[in-house]
């Protein structure tokens, strides 16, 4: 089975790559995250990444549950449609989230 990509143009005009899912479509976001802010946010930067800023401390996985649910908020997706694909123990991370 091939899978073909299909490009996501953010609100700001940043293209990003979806392939498609047996279920689904995907996307894939970069992350900066700052664990411990006064206020949650999420917010695309001019590169095309997004700023999580999330109060929960980055212990124990905390800060990665309200990424979770921030993105997941945001985007009016389920939790379980959004996952950490890579950098679960540093700031920057890569998101997917499947429609």
């Known amino acids: 089975m091939i899978r073909q990509t299909r490009p996501f143009v953010t609100a700001r005009g940043h293209l990003f790559i979806m392939q498609p899912e047996a279920g689904g479509h995907m996307r894939t976001l970069r992350l900066k995250v700052k ?41 009016g997706l389920r939790k379980a449609q959004v996952r950490i694909k890579s950098g679960t123990s540093g700031r920057s991370k890569l998101v997917q989230l499947e429609d």
Do not use: C, M, Y
Request: net charge negative.
């Open 35 to 75: 664990p411990g802010s006064r206020e949650e946010g999420l917010t695309e930067l001019d590169d095309g990444s997004w700023l999580a800023r999330v109060k929960a401390p980055p212990v124990d996985g905390k800060a990665n549950a309200a990424v979770i649910a921030l993105v997941a908020q945001h985007f």
